[in-house]
């Protein structure tokens, strides 16, 4: 292929931090294109794929969690870079069409009704009324008069509230009597309730944008006394930005590089899955990963709080017999200890092994069960499906022929192929974004985690530039091919642990509401 790049597309290259063979191999798949996820069946809980434990089981890892955090060090680990953009999509489409004239409201804007009627429920009403007075308006009367592009205006726009361009951890979310909180805030009372390590200490780690640092630093720096007081804990909170050399070029539909107005080439973020560096860069036992839009109020916290708990507990309790199998894979052993580790990776891990493993020599089982076994090891919380958007969990089959537990995004799927669709309408649970991981190995060194991605994993998509399409493609997702050759168990967690504000109006659901 003739090299495409001028000299000062070379130095733009490598300001970002990548290379031109990297450029170029980005380029290449967008001409080839990402194999299809084979899907084998759904992971379900009646073929052993989703465990599911009854109340004895929870009580015992519980307990287990709640004795050897003690003397562990935690990170909650919260994506939280994303604007809030896409939670006002009905606002913004109704302020740039309503003119103070619809001949049926409740039929044309169904969702604006039910965010204006109920308006003053919202956590933010009180901050959106006093924004509009201090520019000598009164939202009463704006809303009686039937001004509603106005109020919206004055959410939304940069100049007043600014909730259209703020990210979501940062909007007021629920209500405490005189008190407000944001999804901030509650990460952080999460992680009081349940991730709090050796000393009291509360580790948090907020992915953000590079815009929005400064605003999540004002925030913590205004709340940290109080929830430090309120729980008795010393809050220790870190922010990270997606790494430039994740972002990957843009082209168009002939896969040609695109230009920007400047005659630049154009790059863009790599999506959720660039975090596996944030991720990689967090030293502790045991980090927990969750969403930042996935937050209730106190009242609504104990099955959090529990399942959170309980899954940690399993993972000590798998990692521990995970490392001491491995260090008597280090001293030699049996025929009779190398079935017992077998059965352990076999049943208790889900891991594949060749159809051929037990007439191989001893040494080559050793060696394969070493390599199988020393990797990280994720939990996984997933809810029964309840038609949600998003990935799930299944069984797969890899390029290199292995099956494995894997959590899947519907865009990876060939749902051209009916065999293929029928597995992905057949699944019973989705994916939450609940995991609990574990990045040390048995000797306490780190795992590189960039060495357990499938970079066969990611995917392309088509976004507007203007009146121009271009292609972009997204690194294997965190946790999905990010995390594909990890030690992966699914666990059935309630629906009550799963709460995510994807509208504004989902804030009006009974869960966000105070009790």
Known sequence: MNNPFTPADLQQIES?????EQVSSQIERFRTGFPRTQLVEA?????????????????????????????????KFVPASGAATRMFKELYEFSAKYFGVASNFAKEYPSVQQFLENIRTFAFFDDLRDCMAASGLELDEY???????TIINYLLKEQFLGYGALPKGLLKFHRYGDLRRTPVEEHIVEGAEYARSKGGQVYLHFTVSPEHRRLFRKLVASVRHRYEKEYNIKLNITFSEQKHYTDTIAVDEQNN???????????RPGGHGALIENLNEQHADLIFIKNIDNVVPDWMKH???VYKQALAGMLIELKNKTFRYLQALDK????????AIENFARNELHIELPTDFSSRKLDERAALLHE?????????????????????PFITHNTHGINSLQIVETAQINRNNPDQESILQNATHF???????????????????????DPETGFISKKSRGAQTLKSQELPGLWNGAMAEWTTIFVEVPLATFNPVKTVNDLLRKEHLEH
């Open 143 to 149: 809303m009686s008069r039937g001004d509603y592009s």
């Open 431 to 453: 994916n939450p974004v609940d995991l609990v991981c574990s990045t040390k190995n048995y000797r306490g060194r780190y795992f590189n985690l960039r060495d357990y991605v």
């Open 332 to 339: 030699g052993t049996s025929p009779q200890m190398l079935r």
């Open 16 to 20: 970002q931090g990548l290379t031109v």
């Open 43 to 75: 992971a379900t809980v009646e073929n052993h794929g989703i465990v599911r434990l009854d109340d004895k089981e929870i009580d015992r890892l519980v307990d287990l969690y709640k004795r050897r955090s003690k003397r562990m060090k935690i990170i």
């Open 257 to 267: 590089p695109i230009r920007d107005e400047e005659g630049r080439l154009v790059f």
């Open 372 to 392: 199988k076994l020393n990797r990280p090891i994720r939990i996984c919380g997933m809810v029964k499906n309840q038609g949600e958007p998003g990935g799930g």
């Open 303 to 305: 099955s959090t709080v």
